[in-house]
């Protein structure tokens, strides 16, 4: 330790330490040179390695190579470099402690006040396609161990892990030394790091290394792949690999927003990992999203999305008020589909989102202008259209993603957990699996109008109801606790529509009674899973009526 300060001189202050020793090992090498002229300048000793010791002499510092420290050569293709208790020893020591002190001065090891890590670009490297073998040579070791030892002992050391930060230590070496706030806002920082890091490394492993495994088993025959199975103690490999033991969930903080869901809540939005949602728009025009515009607008991009016709959603509360299709071939076909959505509930449109599966055109533009909305989202605006609509200063408008997808998996919070499943969606829809029950065949028209229907039902919170004419909708009854309610609340917003209208049950009817108010508001045909113990009863209404009613096998509830 000759050469140095006493060190117990140097943390008897313990909120300002000088920095007399560095230890510097970065593979994002932006700023480095900047911050070895600033330590050079303040007669900072710097230890690094391999490529960062050598942009350090380059830029005319001298800087001491961390394998003169540990006496022992950086090896195995640099798999080995800083893992030694001469490195660590100077960075876990707590120089509070009078027996650290004296055991680094038995052990001839100086102590570190400023260490500098990044880690090796693991994400970088899995984005740009790199075999797995190169991935794996990715993963940091040594890095990782520096880190946490020195943001563990950060009333001693400070841990910087980001050039965005170099401007702050620079700073402080400059004011005479590292001060506790700082030492614990970077140590903070720095555990985040490591653990974005495992995660993303965990998710590789999740998504890649399983399925390496199980395709190269099936080459040794059953007799492996049942002893594979006995091991991960699942019924269903496949499921087993969608749903891994640990999961591994990365996401940053984007925005902090005004409020939560209520005034009083404070909420933010994070960024998942290589999401492509609504997250990710961009917002062109109007005031920031608030927790409740964010929530309603994925609602609605759901619902436009499941179609592949120019369809729009109108949504409130994360409920449709109004969704249609149009023919792809008509005259401004998605202007014709939201107003068509819009006449299905002009009341509870008003201050609400809107979604289009298609650029918004001039004339969509016209009629939106006209009508107070909250967010409306879309893959493009014409030029016109957004130059008209950025007049109205309350509306916001969002541009999805060009390669806009919504996740494999859908997560929910509950208290102590979260529940994880597939994402429901309409990839496919094969109407040749519908089993006719009652009633005749429907027309092509009709038949259309019921996939509608029912495509657009998976998109109104349980027990869900959804009358639909012409390709749009026309009444809705959502989320009550009762399908007789929601029934009787689809009628009434139908009004003299429900004649002649289609209709979809996201769920079986338990009982005639739901159906019944449905045939005597003028339905002339419905589909709906079935599956109730009382089906028959259920379909001789539908028979009596002379109405043709189909069960889909299958339901889509939406809580």
Known sequence: MSGHTNARSLYRDRDVIPVQRALISVSDK???????????AAGVEMISTGSTAATIRAAGHDVTDVAAVTGF????????????????AGILADLRLEAHENQLADL??????????????????????????????????GGPALVRASAKNHPNVAIVVDPENYSEIIAAVAAGGSTLRLRQKLASLAFEHTAN???????WFTENVYDQWQDDTEALGEEILDAFDAIVAAEDPEADALFPETLAIEATRGTVLRYGENSHQAAALYLGEGGQGIAQATQLHGKEMSYNNYVDADAAVRAAFDFAEPAVAIIKHANPCGIAVANPKAPDAIASAHHRAHDCDPVSAFGGVIAANRVVTLGMAETVSQIFTEVLVAPGFEPAAFELLSAKKNIRLLELPADYRRSSLELRQISGGLLVQETDTFDTLDTAEWRLVSGPEVDEATRADLEFAWKACRAVKSNAILLAHAGASVGVGMGQVNRVDSCHLAVSRAGERAEGAVAASDAFFPFADGLEVLLEAGVTAVVQPGGSVRDEEVIAAATAAG???YFTGERHFFH
């Open 30 to 40: 932006t700023g480095l040179v900047e911050l070895a002229n600033a330590l050079a």
């Open 73 to 88: 050569p950086e090896s195995l293709d640099g798999r080995v470099k800083t893992l030694h208790p001469s490195v660590h």
């Open 108 to 141: 001839s090891i100086a102590p570190f006040q400023l260490v500098v890590v990044n880690l090796y670009p693991f994400v970088e490297t899995v984005e740009s396609g790199a075999e797995p073998a190169d991935v794996i040579e990715q993963i940091d070791i």
């Open 197 to 203: 890091y495992d995660l993303s490394v965990s998710a």
């Open 547 to 549: 109405v043709s009613m």
